[in-house]
């Protein structure tokens, strides 16, 4: 069954770092997201992104925050000097033109701002 | 009012248990409903969609009442395996895709 992938799932970085994401959508899918989930908390939407552009961000999703699809594959967010509120997991997810409400997660990366 | 409210859990069951998940949204333009699944340190996982005629999937049978805002989960004949958070998830927005989550109830079934 096709799956979300993400790297790393774990990060460790400093205060004020640069972090880069990465996620492998489902090949097919064209809708691609980033949530996060601030440990003990809901999922929380951040950004979303088709056709090559963002088409939608929350207020969490401030201009420290960045989405690129670099090539045909891969699906990055980066952060670009991360606090220690960013701390969270961030799941990237993907979905289809037939169905763009269901939604599938990958495993998720654990980022851990020191 | 949170835009997507759930029990608070978590709820304890013993195997063989039917349990019933309730969810409020506050949105009454919202379009699509879904209950996901979410295991500890997990990502959601989606368990199925809602529909307005209610539907069903095995042990699992969800509806939607639009009138009251109003969704709702029933798991019958409980697994060990059942046990997660439930997540009720709702798109808000007419003509986008972004999905809003509720914070989940746990469900924990006992031998």
């Known amino acids: 069954e096709p799956e979300v992938t993400q790297t790393p799932s774990h990060q460790v970085t400093q205060m004020g770092q640069e972090v880069i994401l990465r996620c492998v959508p489902i090949s097919n899918h064209l809708y691609f997201y980033w949530y996060r989930q601030i440990l003990g908390q809901k999922v929380e939407f951040l950004v979303s992104?088709?056709?090559?552009?963002?088409?939608?961000k929350s207020e969490i999703f401030d201009d420290q925050f960045s989405v690129e699809r670099p090539d045909g594959s891969n699906f990055t967010l980066k952060i670009r000097s991360t606090k220690l509120e960013d701390s969270a997991m961030y799941f990237c997810?993907?979905?289809?033109?037939?169905?763009?409400?269901?939604?599938?997660f990958g495993p998720g990366t654990r980022l851990t701002v020191t | 009012r949170k835009e997507v409210e759930q029990d608070p859990g978590p709820f304890n069951v013993p195997e063989g248990a039917t349990v019933a998940f309730n969810c409020t949204y506050s949105?009454?333009?919202?379009?699509?409903f879904f209950w996901y699944r979410q295991d500890c340190r997990k990502e959601p996982k989606l368990l199925m969609s809602?529909?307005?005629s209610g539907n069903e999937d095995g042990r699992f049978t969800a509806q939607l009442n639009r009138a009251s805002q109003y969704i709702s989960l029933l798991i019958r004949d409980s697994k060990l395996s059942d046990s997660a958070t439930y997540l009720c998830v709702v798109n808000t927005r007419w003509g986008y895709s972004t999905l809003t989550f509720g914070k989940g109830t746990m469900l924990l079934v006992s031998p």
């Open positions: 997810a993907s979905s289809d033109r037939v169905a763009p409400y269901e939604q599938y």
């Open positions: 809602v529909y307005s």
């Open positions: 949105n009454s333009a919202s379009q699509s």
């Open positions: 992104f088709y056709n090559n552009e963002i088409s939608e």
